[in-house]
């Protein structure tokens, strides 16, 4: 579409690993591995919530649309970077660029607010305990799984909607492993671009950082009320210890990736962080909750008994 000397591209070249850097064979190998690893460990998680009887507390109805959400998740990245390490010519379309955005920034906002009711979970069942189970019905988890969606879609529309009609300049190079929204707005040259991008940043701020403080306020109680009540409480904090792995994973890998001012001679790093948080993160999630979760472990154990 031609405004003056403004043209949206109809195709997006993206540049992956520099030549120096990259072992295509081992690349991969790498993200297969990693890929293959997601999609069966999650995958497994999802099954063992659904099927097993011992699963089916709140804890482990989240952890099963967790990991639903991290196969999502990583499908979206993922399968396109594999396609592009068998091409040398790694395009996409510009339709096919925005309804990734579209998808990742839901994923990724859904499974935010998700870390958060999870948490929330966790301060009911400890400093409510005689109360969790009408506080935490059925019904008030399928709520809270639903509001996750809703946020995350909603979200993520609005973004991709504003990206969507940003102008460019007829460049059509995201120096990125695929389409994310801060290197495709880098290419428009709207001079709107600041306002665009600080409504952008506003809305996906708004999804993370409240997701995080109600975090963070959830495990605060959860700490005064261990510290009140004594040795008692530590058994039930310690069943606190995977979220608080996966929290500091979660939002650390985030803040590293987007917080963190790098130099502009860091794009292979900038690479680097992108597989963390989009491939690497996904993977450790169910590895954490399966190795630290004795439950989990015992629904495994039985499973492969079957």
């Not at 099963?64 to 091409?87: A, E, N, Q, R, W």
Request: charge should be positive; glycine fraction near 6%.
């Amino acid at each position: 579409l031609q405004q003056g000397n403004l043209s949206r591209p109809t195709t997006f070249l993206l540049l992956g690993f520099s030549n120096a850097c990259r072992a295509q064979v081992t690349l991969c190998l790498f993200f297969q591995l990693i890929y293959l690893v997601t999609v069966l460990g999650n995958l497994l998680i999802v099954t063992l919530v659904w099927l097993d009887a011992h699963l089916q507390s709140p804890v482990y109805f989240f952890l099963g649309h967790l990991s639903f959400l991290d196969i999502c998740y990583s499908s979206v990245t993922l399968p396109k970077i594999l396609g592009d390490s068998f091409s040398s010519q790694k395009t996409t379309s510009f339709v096919g660029c925005i309804t990734q955005i579209y998808f990742f920034l839901c994923f990724r906002g859904s499974e935010c607010v998700l870390v958060a009711a999870m948490a929330y979970d966790r301060y009911l069942s400890i400093c409510h305990l005689f109360r969790y189970p009408v506080l935490m019905s059925r019904r008030i988890c399928h709520c809270l799984v639903a509001i996750s969606w809703l946020s995350g879609s909603l979200s993520s529309l609005i973004q991709a909607f504003l990206t969507a009609h940003l102008p460019f300049c007829g460049s059509n190079i995201i120096n990125h492993l695929f389409c994310e929204m801060p290197f495709l707005l880098q290419a428009s040259c709207s001079p709107n671009a600041p306002l665009n991008k600080a409504t952008l940043y506003a809305l996906a701020g708004t999804i993370a950082m409240g997701s995080f403080l109600l975090t963070l306020v959830s495990y605060a109680h959860i700490i005064r009320t261990v510290l009140q009540k004594g040795v008692g409480m530590q058994n039930a904090f310690a069943t606190c210890t995977s979220h608080l792995t996966v929290v500091s994973l979660f939002f650390g890998a985030g803040a590293v990736a987007y917080l963190v001012p790098h130099s502009s001679g860091s794009k292979e790093m900038d690479k680097v962080l992108a597989l963390l948080y989009a491939a690497v993160t996904p993977m450790l999630n169910r590895i954490i909750y399966s190795l630290r979760n004795s439950e989990v472990r015992g629904a495994i154990r039985k499973a492969l008994c079957r």
